[in-house]
């Protein structure tokens, strides 16, 4: 559900090795090279150079940074978990205030028309105490909630929803604890976030965490808590949601991975063929990957003049010449 990251590497490797027709070993040096590809500058540094050279527009191609592809990648993953969060602490909020008053509503920073509701540091405490979000009923349904709407935001609710037992009641949201699991981090992160404020003024400068601050580590702890919140409840259907794992011993177990169905087997709710393709992809342990560039210190390997001996310069051409042709006219060239 949240692979870790050298997993996430394995993948990236192979999807370039296929696409720019090159060996593993290659695509590796390509995403370990640095790249001069596109990002948003920080306004401070936009502003500095257009302060010092306000009619050459050329300063600031030439000091654009080059950033490690494998890094560049990452970012994608990562802003593909926060939209996640965004999505997941919104609807919370939502359906907490709509059914217990609490929170209230703001003009969203930086817009007219668009509101957020807004919890007050004494409110998030609350709902943090002994996981009340989790625990209490109405706050409860308010992480069904969440769940509903970031599974209608992917797309997938089909996949992860099913009749209720009682004939005409709502469909429930039947889904994995590792689901669970990172809607309700999210959730949590965004209300220690809130508790720990100490002044409620709009313009304030928040110093405390990010709601992306946790990644996968703070995912993998709260698999252990929701494991327990939920341990009475197994695999049936209770309040709008059932756990399908309920009943595994090593649902809260982050190594832990099921066999992958058959391709045609449409009717489980946590593959399809294309996650099964993608999976195995990630989960292959044969590839001959280089890790050190993406896992160790700032991930930067050494130039291509560094390269020693014929081999491996003729070796960095190739990559050279595969790179150069397949993206010709979508990125500039580092050399």
């Known amino acids: 559900m949240w692979v870790d990251i050298s997993d996430v590497n394995i ?3 192979e999807w370039t090795a296929e696409h720019f027709q090159v060996v593993s070993r290659e695509a590796d040096k390509l995403l370990s090279r640095r790249w001069r590809l596109p990002q948003r500058r920080r306004c401070v540094d936009a502003l500095a150079l257009r302060a010092a050279a306000p009619e050459d527009e050329s300063v600031a191609a030439a000091r654009r940074n080059k950033t490690i592809a494998y890094r560049y990648l990452h970012r994608a993953v990562s802003h593909f978990y926060q939209r996640i969060g965004n999505k997941a602490v919104s609807a919370f909020s939502t359906y907490v205030n709509d ?3 609490l929170g209230t509503l703001r003009r969203t920073r930086g817009t007219r028309t668009k509101v957020e509701v807004w919890f007050e540091p004494r409110e998030a405490r609350i709902l943090l105490v002994n996981n009340a979000f989790i625990t209490e009923m109405n706050y409860r349904a308010g992480v069904v909630r969440a769940l509903h709407v970031v599974f209608s935001v992917l797309g997938v609710l089909h996949r992860f929803s099913e009749a209720g037992a009682v004939p005409g009641s ?5 889904c994995l604890t590792a689901h669970v699991a990172l809607v309700s981090m999210k959730i949590r992160a965004h209300l220690k976030k809130r508790a720990a404020s ?3 003024d709009e313009e304030a400068v928040d110093t405390t965490p990010g ?4 990644h996968r580590a703070e995912w993998v702890e709260e698999l252990a808590a929701v494991r327990q919140l939920f341990a009475n409840q197994g695999a049936r259907s209770s309040n709008g949601l059932r756990l399908t794992d309920g009943e595994e011993p090593r649902r809260d177990d982050s190594s832990h991975r099921e066999p992958l169905p058959p391709a045609s087997d449409t009717g489980s709710p946590e593959f399809d063929g294309a ?3 993608a999976a195995n992809v990630m989960h292959s342990s044969g590839a001959d990957v280089n890790l050190s560039a993406a896992d160790h210190g700032n991930g930067e390997e050494p130039s291509d003049a560094d390269a020693h001996g014929p081999v491996e310069q003729a070796a960095v051409a190739a990559a050279h010449d595969a790179a150069a042709h397949a993206m010709l006219g979508v990125y500039e060239d580092t050399e």
Not at 170 to 174: C, F, G, I, N, S
Not at 211 to 214: E, F, H, T, Y
């Open 99 to 101: 059914k217990t008053g």
């Open 11 to 13: 993948f990236m490797q």
């Open 198 to 200: 100490a002044s409620d």
């Open 275 to 277: 996650t099964a393709a």
């Open 211 to 214: 709601l992306n601050g946790g």
């Open 170 to 174: 709502a469909d429930v949201v039947a």
